[in-house]
């Protein structure tokens, strides 16, 4: 397996792709989590994403106290769609180059190829994670400096807690993404109806059980997007100092049982995609 | 050649999809140190046939063995290269990058790639975009993946497709280089000639059928000889009583010998001696391609 995974670190390093997702990545989080509320604090202004919130509250959002919930607020919607992608792109695409043949056809047996793809799926995302908590400590660094407030980051375990979650919540879409680009066996349409799901159903989904139909509650709480908002939320409680919670960080289920969901549907997917490719033939 | 051990074994391998039987009952047989060609017409079932001895399609019945395990084991896979159909490599990456891509599968050293670039030539261009390509260069590709693992065997689907008559020559004394040194070729191919040249021994396979497994000699029967002389029906009698009745046959106007053709000279002899007029005197051969056609026309008669 470690063959595999040397070669799907090349075959991510090399590929464009990768990093149009990791700037787009960096490029939302900086623009959501610090260049917006920044730019309302400095200039008093109300923005839709800053309305009737406490300029204050604005201010410590982009200090280095909030980097844990500022840099995970969008990781259950939008960068859990980049890193869906990500997951789509490695595996959808081996299928539309026809390049599984050329995997499948040299040593390892087909788990193999599969565990190397996840692992290094598994790294990417840590490597996302870590360069958006580094960006953002830096981010967040200046402008307490220019603010003149002093430089609190979290703890060490604080920091080790927010970087795991997001590397699970991250390891969960992507997995998801794979699984989808190993059962159609392509990228365009793992790529649109995992992002139909993350965008679209889960939010349909949580709005119907939170307004008009709340029996649809236990349903809800078992969605992937929910669990990630909830361990989101769990460590922000109310979005943080911040202000409002971002879209997706939700209070439906305890931290706890969101980092058991999270951790089961990685092992599912890793499981389905596994069988999939074990049991298919290789055209 | 003197058989040893045999490398891969196929035992009535079947392969449906649906109704449509793509492979049906094929057992054949391919030699440690031999160069098998794998003939047929298209949608023959060769393709099928390789994919499944690579580990790609799992067979619907019968068995296949290769390297003395299971096809598309880590073993088999180990000691195995394999191009079917067409190069499959990344298009955002180089050629040098791509093969090191299958040396990080394959587990073999960066060392081993340039090597096989510049076994197939292509030292000079590894650094380009593979999606740049021309479709000889990516063929030419596929086959240095192929060789990447210095294997004991190789797996080669149309292995000559999208090369120019240089790049054909080329991969031509290639084949016969790594037959030579011991290496055991499976191959398959629309190119006759090429079989002829290079194969020891060859199998065909027409509507998913094997239709006739043997050497490229035994394939095209024995030589013989053309004669044309005047008056055609002396010359039958004094041929028939030179190489036997049933060694002789006219058509158009000429007589067919079953006879080599150190028995050139007797023939020439006897029909002087007999006062027969010698026009013509040439050896008789079939080309590969006039049994190929043969027998892949009958096939589809048949079905």
Redesign the interface.
């Known amino acids: 397996m470690i063959?595999?995974f040397?070669?799907e670190i090349?075959?991510l390093r090399?590929?464009?792709a990768t990093w149009v997702l990791l700037g787009v990545v960096l490029g939302l989080n900086q623009l959501f989590g610090y260049v917006f509320p920044y730019s309302s604090w400095l200039s008093g202004d109300q923005n839709f994403q800053t309305q009737g919130l406490d300029p204050q509250g604005l201010l410590a959002g982009v200090l280095p106290g909030e980097l844990v919930p500022t840099s995970l607020g969008g990781f259950p919607v939008f960068v859990g769609a980049l890193a869906l992608i990500l997951g789509a792109l490695a595996a959808g695409s081996e299928y539309g180059?026809?390049?599984m043949?050329?995997?499948?056809?040299?040593?390892?047996?087909r788990l193999?190829?599969h565990g190397g793809k996840l692992l290094a799926l598994a790294a990417s995302t840590l490597f996302i994670v870590l360069v958006t908590f580094a960006l953002n400590a830096t981010v967040a660094g200046v402008i307490a400096t220019v603010e003149s407030r002093p430089l609190d980051y979290p703890s060490l375990a604080e920091m080790a807690g927010g970087v795991g979650s997001g590397w699970l919540i991250l390891g969960m879409w992507s997995g998801l993404g794979a699984l989808l680009g190993f059962a159609f066996r392509g990228v365009a349409l793992p790529v649109g109806l995992g992002v139909v799901w993350v965008l679209g159903v889960e939010n349909l989904v949580t709005a119907v059980a939170n307004s008009l139909l709340t029996s649809l509650r236990p349903l809800r709480d078992v969605l992937p997007g929910v669990n990630a908002g909830s361990l989101v939320w769990s460590l922000a409680p109310g979005g943080g100092s911040g202000g409002d919670a971002p879209p997706g960080v939700i209070d439906a289920v305890t931290g706890g049982r969101a980092t058991l969901s999270l951790a089961l549907y990685v092992a599912a997917f890793a499981a389905a995609g596994a069988l999939l490719l074990r049991r298919r033939?290789?055209? | 050649m003197a058989m040893g051990e045999q490398l891969v074994e196929t035992n009535d391998l079947t392969k449906t999809y649906g109704a449509l039987t793509a492979v049906d009952r094929v057992s054949l047989s391919v030699w440690r140190g031999e160069v098998y060609g794998f003939l047929g017409p298209n949608g023959a079932g060769k393709t099928t046939t390789l994919?499944m001895l690579?580990?790609?399609?799992?067979p619907t019945g019968g068995s296949a063995s290769v390297l003395g395990d299971q096809p598309?084991?880590?073993r088999t896979?180990?000691r195995?290269g394999?191009l079917?159909e067409?190069p499959?490599?990344?298009?955002?990456?180089s050629g040098r990058?791509n093969l090191?891509?299958?040396a990080?599968?394959?587990?073999v050293g960066d060392r081993r790639v340039e090597a096989a670039l510049d076994t197939v030539d292509l030292a000079g261009r590894g650094g380009d975009r593979y999606a740049g390509y021309s479709l000889g260069m990516k063929q030419r590709l596929g086959v240095a993946?192929a060789l990447l693992?210095d294997p004991e065997l190789l797996i080669l689907d149309e292995p000559t497709n999208g090369l120019d008559p240089a790049g054909m020559r080329d991969m031509r004394a290639l084949l016969r280089d790594l037959g030579e040194r011991g290496h055991t070729v499976l191959l398959s191919s629309h190119l006759l000639a090429e079989v002829q040249q290079l194969c020891d021994r060859v199998g065909v396979i027409s509507g998913g059928r094997l239709l006739a497994e043997s050497t490229v000699d035994d394939l095209l029967g024995q030589a013989g000889l053309l004669v044309r002389a005047e008056p055609v029906e002396r010359a039958r009698d004094t041929l028939e009583r030179l190489v036997g009745a049933g060694n002789v046959a006219v058509a158009d106007g000429s007589l067919r010998l079953r006879a080599g053709p150190e028995q050139a000279g007797r023939v020439s002899r006897a029909l002087a001696d007999a006062d027969v007029v010698l026009t013509e005197l040439r050896p008789l051969e079939r080309t590969l391609e006039e049994v190929f056609l043969e027998m892949t026309d009958n096939g589809r008669t048949e079905r």
């Open positions: 063959g595999s040397k070669a090349l075959k090399k590929r464009p180059w026809g390049t043949q050329t995997a499948l056809t040299q040593r390892p047996s193999a190829v033939d290789v055209a | 994919r690579a580990g790609l399609v799992r598309g084991s880590p896979l180990a195995t394999v079917i067409a499959r490599f990344y298009p955002y990456l990058d090191r891509v299958v990080r599968y394959a587990g993946a693992k």
